[in-house]
């Protein structure tokens, strides 16, 4: 067969095949280690999420073949509809009273469905299709559940080890992965669609559905995995592109975001390849707007994760890939000449480039390069004020004061930070923190009574808004300000009065006074 195992549809085979289905469910095991002992499938790696663990044992009472009527009255559907009629039936039957009573009749069910795999002369689908229906098997996707746990050790005489595949899906599941072998080999299709390739993607599709339906999405990730290898080996890029989304949307789901930016990013290149060839195709134009958006969300998510771990150079690594695919979409969405009829070109969300760049500006600040990140925020304030963003115009005022202040140009700081705290959308706590910057750019200048006007400012505004620790910030720079205003008064009147004269020492006791009691200090304070 096409699948790399020879000789299993031949008439010898077949009479050994016949043979097994005489013996015990015992044999079953011994026929999957001669089949395949070399080489056992990525699907053992699966972490186990097992359907009748999360409450819904949708296989007890179900008789052998029950679904049968069910899937030959729907012969021809795709396996995608197969797995929504499956979905929508409760099968009839009663929970068995004795611990076991199920497992006779699941083994059998079992053994029969594995017989048919291989006399249909598909290898692969008789080993995915074992490994996924037994537990206990010494497969990583055995590992117990919490709750499982728990009751195996409180009652271990009456818990029953449930199968990892209800018996009314089994024959869904055996049928899929026997199609997908079929159908990779070129054999003649009875279903719906003609093309193998597509045929293929609909089987393995339905299966990593299924899977996800148990919130098992490690086999979902396995056999969208195969569905990007079919379409691979076929050479049908438009499903590779389909699969790639379909893959990282799963990996993202589960938190693994890395894995997951890796095949969206490969579902990117796909889209640009296959628009620029047919840049007429709508749907084209959409896939590469969805890539784009897959690409951005992910990158975000990456980012804002890579920050809280204070990993700043990853941190920007990502953002930089960010930015890049912003600004690739706001160029194809400016050149509408080659855009397909009806604007087929599905845009990132209106001001997401200036988000990107606010971000990549906040990155590059924190790992010290406020050059890049004054750069960064003034595209930022650009694309703000073009859209009419008043938040974004606000975000980007505050970002460049910061960026200012760190790369030494307290001139434009102070300008960003004052049209920022005069505007009428700030919040009351970012305008707080503004008035704080202000004011010790103030300092900076030796323009004390300007500082003093800010930090009370800022103190007025941090008692409203029940943060301690604002507020204590609020009193201490105040307090410096105040001082360091009254400071240069009682410095003068004591260099005027000349050393060891009676007004210098009169002045130094005054002083010792005021900061013993805030007694106001004659002609320094008002």
């Known amino acids: ?31 999957a280690t001669v089949i395949c002992e070399h080489r056992r499938p990525m699907l053992l790696l699966a972490v186990k999420n097992r359907q009748s663990k999360n409450g819904r044992d949708t296989h007890f009472g179900c008789g052998v ?77 055995d590992n117990l559940t919490a709750d499982e746990m728990e009751r195996a050790l ?64 490690a086999k979902a990730a396995y056999f969208y995995d195969k569905c990007i290898a079919a379409a691979v080996a076929a050479r049908r890029p438009e ?25 969206f990013e490969r579902q990117l290149r796909l889209a640009d390849h296959l628009s620029a060839a047919a840049p007429m195709d709508a749907a084209l134009k959409n896939a590469l707007g969805d890539a784009r958006g897959n690409c951005v969300r992910t990158y975000f998510a990456i980012a804002e994760r890579l920050a809280e771990t204070d990993d700043k150079e990853r941190s920007v690594a990502y953002l930089t890939s960010c930015l890049r695919v912003c600004v690739e979409a706001a160029e194809d969405a400016a050149d509408t000449s080659h855009d397909a009829e009806g604007g087929g070109l599905d845009d990132l969300e ?9 971000r990549l500006g906040l990155a590059q600040l924190a790992a010290g390069r406020a050059e890049d990140a004054a750069r960064y925020q003034t595209r930022y304030l650009e694309l703000s004020e073009r859209d009419g ?45 503004a008035h704080c910057s202000l004011g010790r750019i103030s300092l900076k200048r030796r323009d004390y009574a300007r500082s003093v006007g800010h930090f009370e400012r800022f103190h007025e505004l941090a008692r409203g808004l029940g943060d301690a620790r604002l507020l204590d910030m609020a009193r201490v720079n105040l307090g410096v300000a105040r001082g360091v205003a009254s400071e240069g008064g009682f410095i003068a009147k004591v ?3 000349g050393p060891g ?26």
């Open 501 to 526: 004269s009676e007004a210098a020492t009169a002045n130094a006791e005054s002083l010792v006074t005021w900061k013993d009691s805030r007694t106001p200090i004659e002609g320094v304070h008002s």
């Open 1 to 31: 067969s096409g699948s790399g195992t020879s000789g299993v549809g031949s008439s010898a085979t077949r009479a050994s095949v016949a043979g097994v289905s005489d013996q015990s469910s015992e044999a079953i095991p011994g026929a």
């Open 350 to 358: 209106k001001g997401t480039e200036g988000k990107a760049n606010h």
């Open 389 to 433: 963003d008043d938040v974004g115009v606000g975000c980007a005022l505050r970002g460049l004061g910061e960026a200012h202040l760190a790369r030494g140009a307290v001139d434009e700081a102070a300008a960003a930070l004052e049209r920022f705290a005069a505007m009428e959308s700030t919040g009351t706590a970012a305008r707080a923190r």
């Open 154 to 217: 409180i009652n271990p005489d009456d818990y029953e080890e449930f199968e990892e595949v209800p018996m009314d899906k089994m024959p869904f599941v055996k049928d899929a992965l026997v199609a997908a072998e079929s159908a990779l080999r070129g054999d003649a299709l009875g279903g719906p669609n003609d093309d193998p390739a597509v045929a293929v993607q609909d089987a393995y599709g339905a299966l990593a559905e299924y899977f996800l339906g148990t919130d098992d999405r």
């Open 239 to 263: 499903l590779e592109m389909a699969a790639c989304a379909r893959v990282g949307k799963t990996h993202e789901a589960a938190g693994n975001l890395e894995t997951a930016v890796a095949s």
């Open 495 to 497: 260099a005027a009065a």
């Open 65 to 141: 073949g029950m679904t049968a009527p069910t899937l030959s009255a729907m012969r021809g559907a795709s396996f995608k509809d197969k797995l929504a009629v499956l979905e929508a039936t409760t099968p009839d039957g009663s929970i068995p009273n004795e611990p076991g009573a199920l497992k006779p009749r699941y083994d059998d069910l079992k053994k029969s469905l594995c017989v048919d795999a291989l006399v249909a002369g598909c290898p692969d689908a008789f080993v995915d299709f074992y490994y996924l229906c037994t537990s206990g098997d010494g497969v990583g996707d």
